[in-house]
């Protein structure tokens, strides 16, 4: 059989059954699937293939979180809180609140060129924990872990490092409780521009963020040492 004759077969294949397919491969193969010819493109720019994902993935449903945008940001959301995140039961009970923190605060992230919007997006993620009927500490916990889990995906590139930089000489102790960023979260900061992005200072900013840190933490990893 031929590849023309295989391409006829497939055409013949309905929307419905190619969806029950494709939802069905692993979705890290998506973006592939997607590039084989132009009417798959438009299955995965639809919004059946994402409602029927979001079906097959979660067929419980995922409680009692009013939802609201597209099926494709709903699952991406979903998937996010799963796989992304760390695991936790409180996660687990609001997995699209969770993971629609996370994509709006990464997404800022990648776009931002001051710290100062980001505190905002902060104290509005807890501000909506809280109105979930999460406790402030609660609420607190879960932007942490938001938090970590974007810093660990940020691509390493020049304004990842400009913003992390800018993070660090900012600081935030003039925010009150709950809304300041975690220990944890300061910590992750200080690691990945003293270990990821090291080789990317000048003496002075290097120096300069080495005394913060030292300011800061009690304990410093040797990993973080050396200019």
């Known amino acids: 059989m031929n590849s023309d004759r295989v391409d006829d077969e497939f055409q013949k294949i309905p929307d419905h059954l190619l969806i029950e397919i494709f939802i069905r491969v692993p979705n890290s193969n998506w973006a592939k699937i997607s ?35 597209s099926c494709r940001r709903i699952y991406t959301a979903l998937y996010a809180s799963k796989h992304v995140i760390t695991k936790d039961h409180e996660i687990a009970e609001n997995p699209e609140v969770v993971g629609n923190a996370y994509l709006l605060l990464k997404e800022q992230i990648e776009i931002s060129t001051d710290p100062f919007p980001l505190e905002i997006i902060h104290g509005t993620i807890i501000d909506d924990f809280i109105a979930c009927g999460k406790s402030r ?38 925010l009150p409780y709950p809304y300041s960023r975690s ?13 990821d992005f090291r080789d990317c200072f000048n003496k002075v900013d290097y120096f300069d963020v080495l005394g913060r840190a030292k300011y800061k933490f009690q304990h410093r990893p040797p990993s973080w040492l050396g200019y």
């Open 35 to 69: 590039c084989v010819n132009k009417h798959w493109a438009n299955i995965f720019q639809g919004e059946t293939l994402w409602q029927a994902a979001i079906i097959k993935t979660w067929p419980r449903g995922t409680g009692s979180i009013p939802r609201g945008g």
């Open 137 to 174: 500490d609660k609420a607190h916990e879960i932007t942490s872990q938001i938090w970590l889990a974007v810093i660990d995906n940020m691509v390493e590139n020049e304004h990842t490092f400009e913003l992390l930089k800018r993070l660090v000489q900012e600081g935030d102790v003039f």
């Open 183 to 195: 220990y944890k979260v300061q910590w992750r900061v200080f690691e990945k521009l003293l270990t």
